[in-house]
């Protein structure tokens, strides 16, 4: 327990490090990273028979937003959570192939998968906060691993909710069931719960598929300030929300990523026919 | 309750609505049909009305000091001792039984694979545990704890059978209790990067205490009810145990010593009393144990269906 | 960047793992209770239907244990035990059912609520009190009628008639409700009254489900106990009229138990395998048929 507390007191020093002398987080107009965070290769996945993925090649950069597209079904999710390993909890899935992070391959029977995740934070469609209170729900995470000092909590929950924008709703009522929130402020909290153990990752699927507008403007104008600190990517079937913030965009059916590439290009002029119909609107 | 079948049901409702008493007349078949659908549910509900009024009435007249006295004599027949011999008993089985009963769901729910042939075993096992009857596991308490393993007709012999028997229950609701708790809080856990036992003591665990808490109350409720499995493992001595020995006692529980007084004959004033507080005490547990039931629905998200 | 290495919270899997096996110990132990109760039921039983002769025990008639020499014959008990069951289950099983079809189908959702909180009442309501009802209200019923004692067979009937209604009563509605609203509709579709459209369609449809909330409630019906011994009379004969007093394998253990020794209280261990093993075969074909109920996917 000790042991594994200093650990994570070196890593979250660690974090804060970074974030204090990388380029990317003090300039916020620099141009698109080349630093590759994601690298997939050859990536196929079955649940039981069915191949969900096929033969899946990407690269997704560091401090990018990167969104996925295409019909339902076709693997976004699928993909989306093979990136924090989530698809170790479903008993049929089998996958073949390599992804890495930062160079090093999370598939391997040596590596702690709880720590990938502590690395890789998840938003999910459904808002879904913990039946607790505000203040527990955005300490989950600090607390699995390691970090008890009030003092410390206190700092950390106050500024992860004002990164996620929702610091001044939520401020007297820390004390209070998250479940009394609205659905849109509920999904910040999620946000904000899984930026609290300082992931350099942020995996969305679907984050605004089940709010309202307004919420849903709030929600992309969070994405996009959150993109100088963190990788992000993004599964949306709302194609003006890719245009509106990724920088990069995948394009699935079927299982396979029919094209990826910088969003302005794919929505521009799309190089495969079965991009163009699918963003024109002819099916899907 | 899915909001699927909530729907459904509602449009079934309307439907109804359509078909009412006016249909009937034309259909004499149909008639007797509802009718006897309506005969059988007064009939229930008039055997436990009658069953409820009859012992209230009896019951009442007959609540007097006397019953209540902290000391049994064969002249008040007070119920004291036998009724806090109850809660001893119900207070030590639950030790034993929630810890084991909850631990056994969590493996079942949260743990295993749910093909895999050992989890056939354990449910197919707790079935049958479920399934045995009183004075079976009576029989059994009376070879194992109280001969072989020579406790003697006991408080200990009888808190140990009583243990076994609500072990089912326990496991039953608890896994209920978890089921309900919705997936996606189990994942919002792992994405963090808690592990399972985090997971399952921090978010399900919790969400889960109303369903175990109407499952354990439950579990109360047979323990008072029993007579079978207690009168030859714990005995009928109607006083409290005391002393450093006090689990080696032979004690008599609340509803074994109604039995004694009825089927003396002799008394039955104060068994209509006996019986009446016994109703009581099973009446509160019911209540409570529906209004954590439902707590659980709320808490799980889940709509509050027709029950 | 070394951090998503696994070394480094050995300490954690240790515990998961501990933890696992503590929670699959906990599984475990009631298997291990259901082979412990069998181990020792058998072990005492058997050895003492052998002494008495596997036919002498199982079809003798008389039950004299103080008699020189004694006889164990439990056929008595075991035809006490059936007929009681039987009448019980002949009685309960209409009414439970019908009564299930109201709640599930014709009840508006304020008197379901209503029934339903009467219905776990009822089956919370300990043994002794029924018991001890029936011994003032139903015996003296029968002695007017027919001028007899009064405790006998048929009083154990209803007695037991009423205590098996909540179990089939419940596992009754949560088959009826489990049929899904296409069959129903269908069958209004196609001119059926509400009434024939449940009856001859949604009933039906359910009926594994009712069958093994029948079979639960047989199950109740031949393990209780304390309440039969108060209004059943308990003489170990064969039982020749149903307003006779009878004895059941259960009330045969509890009258004698707590003065039997040696040989005696043996036979009454090996009445109670008896009853065990009618009770497993009736929880084995529960299963059975609760596992072949149709699964309603396809529609
Ligand atoms: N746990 C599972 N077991 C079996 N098949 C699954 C499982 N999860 C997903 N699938 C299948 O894998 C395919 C891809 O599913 P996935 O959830 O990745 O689609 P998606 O692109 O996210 O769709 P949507 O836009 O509707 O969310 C689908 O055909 C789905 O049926
Ligand atoms: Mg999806």
New binding site residues.
């Given amino acids: 327990m000790t042991n594994n507390e200093i650990t994570m007191e070196e890593i979250l020093g660690h974090d804060v490090a970074r974030d204090l002398t990388d380029d990317a987080v003090l300039d916020i107009a620099a141009p698109l990273s080349d630093k590759i965070a994601f690298e997939i290769r050859d990536l196929d996945l079955f ?2 028979d ?1 191949q ?2 096929k033969n899946v090649n990407m690269d997704i950069r560091q401090n990018a937003i990167t969104t ?1 597209i ?12 093979c990136l924090n390993r989530m ?1 170790d909890l ?1 008993e ?2 089998r996958i073949e192939g390599s992804i890495s992070l930062y160079g090093e391959n999370i598939g391997g029977n040596n590596i702690d998968v709880n720590m990938l995740r502590k690395r890789v934070g998840m938003v999910f ?1 459904k808002p879904n906060p913990f039946p607790m209170s505000v203040y527990d729900n955005v300490a989950y995470g600090p607390r699995t691993h390691g970090i008890r000092s009030r003092a410390k909590l206190d700092d950390l929950v106050e500024s992860v909710l004002r990164e996620a924008v929702l610091w001044d709703e939520v401020k007297d009522s820390l004390r209070k069931s998250a479940l009394a929130l609205s659905g849109g402020q509920q999904q910040r909290l999620c946000i904000a719960r899984a930026l609290a153990v300082r992931p350099d990752v942020l995996l969305l ?2 984050p605004t598929s089940a709010l309202d507008p307004i919420s849903t403007s709030k929600i992309e104008d969070l994405v996009m300030r959150l993109k100088s600190t963190y990788t992000i990517v993004m ?1 949306t ?1 709302n194609m003006q929300q890719a245009v509106r913030i990724s920088d990069e965009t995948a394009f ?1 059916l079927l ?1 396979e990523v029919i094209e990826m590439t910088d969003t302005k290009s794919l929505f521009a002029m799309p190089a495969d026919r079965r991009t163009e119909a699918y963003i024109t609107g002819r099916f899907g | 309750m899915t909001v699927a079948d909530h729907k459904s049901s509602r449009r079934e409702l309307a439907l109804r609505k359509r078909h009412e008493w006016r249909t009937l007349l034309k259909h004499p078949a149909s008639l007797i049909m509802r009718l006897s659908a309506y005969f059988a549910a007064i009939l229930t509900v008039g055997v436990l009305l009658y069953l409820l009024v009859h012992n209230i009435f009896r019951g009442i007249p007959h609540l007097n000091a006397d019953l209540f006295a902290w000391k049994y004599t064969s002249d008040n027949l007070s119920l004291v001792p036998a009724l806090i011999n109850t809660l001893i008993m119900t207070a030590f089985a639950l030790i034993l039984a929630v810890p084991i009963g909850v631990g056994a769901a969590i493996y079942l729910v949260e743990y295993s694979q749910q093909t895999s042939k050992i989890i056939r075993v354990i449910r197919l096992t707790t079935e049958t545990l479920a399934g045995i009857p009183s004075i079976v596991y009576g029989l059994f308490g009376s070879l194992f704890f109280v001969r072989f393993l020579g406790w003697g007709l006991s408080l200990l012999a009888g808190t140990c059978t009583m243990a076994i028997v609500i072990l089912p229950l326990v496991i039953r609701s608890t896994e209920e209790a978890l089921i309900a708790v919705p997936d996606a809080w189990r994942e919002a856990s792992y994405a963090l990067g808690a592990g399972k036992l985090r997971t399952v003591f921090k978010v399900v665990l919790p969400a889960a205490i109303p369903g175990i808490l109407a499952g354990i109350i439950l579990a109360t409720g047979r323990i008072v009810g029993e007579s079978a499995a207690v009168m030859y493992t714990a005995g009928s001595v109607p006083e409290i145990p005391g002393g450093q020995n006090f689990l080696h006692d032979p004690v008599r529980t609340l509803a074994v010593h109604m039995y004694v007084l009825s089927s003396e004959g002799l008394h039955p004033g104060s068994a209509y009393a006996t019986g009446l507080v016994l109703m009581v005490m099973v009446l509160i547990l019911n209540t409570l144990s529906r209004y954590f039931a439902k707590r659980l629905r709320v808490k799980a998200g889940q709509k509050d269906a027709n029950e | 960047m070394n951090a998503i290495r696994k070394p480094q919270v050995r300490g954690n899997r240790i515990k998961e793992l501990l933890m696992k096996v503590i929670f699959l110990s906990a599984a475990l132990f009631s298997t291990a209770a259901v082979l412990i109760i069998c181990l020792f039921l058998f072990a005492r039983g058997i050895p003492a239907i052998n002494e008495i002769g596997w036919l002498n025990f199982l079809t003798g008639t008389r039950w004299k244990p103080s008699d020189v020499p004694p006889s164990f014959g439990i056929l008595p008990m075991i035809v006490g035990s059936v007929y009681a069951t039987g009448l019980a289950i002949a009685m309960g099983a209409p009414v439970g059912i019908l009564a299930a079809i109201f709640i599930s189908k014709f009840s508006p959702p304020k008197i379901r609520r209503f029934i339903n909180a009467a219905v776990g009442l009822m089956a919370g309501i300990p043994s002794v009190v029924y018991g001890y009802f029936g011994m003032v209200v139903i015996v003296p019923a029968i002695g007017r009628t027919f001028r007899v004692s009064g405790a006998s067979l048929l009083a154990a009937g209803i007695m037991l008639a009423i205590m098996i209604l909540p179990t089939i009563i419940q596992l009754s509605v949560s088959a009826i409700d489990a049929v899904p609203a296409t069959y129903y509709e269908g069958a209004l579709a196609v001119g059926a009254t509400h009434e024939q459209s449940v009856f001859r369609v949604v009933v039906p449809a359910a009926r594994s489900g009712v069958l093994s909330a029948i079979i639960l409630g047989v199950g109740r019906a031949i393990g209780e106990t304390m309440a039969v011994t108060m209004v059943i009379g308990n003489q170990a004969v064969m039982p020749e009229s149903l307003i006779r007093g009878a004895r059941t394998m259960t009330t045969n253990i509890i009258t004698e138990m707590g003065y039997a020794v040696d040989l005696h209280y043996d036979a009454l261990i090996a009445t109670g395998v008896v009853l065990f093993v009618f009770i497993l075969i009736i929880n084995f074909s529960f299963s059975i048929i609760k596992n072949r109920g149709i699964k309603y996917d396809g529609s």
């Fill in positions: 649940y039981g069915f969900a993925l996925f295409g019909p339902s079904g076709c693997g976004k999710s699928t993909l989306l959570r698809n479903i049929s899935c469609q699927d679907e599964v079937h699935f299982g």
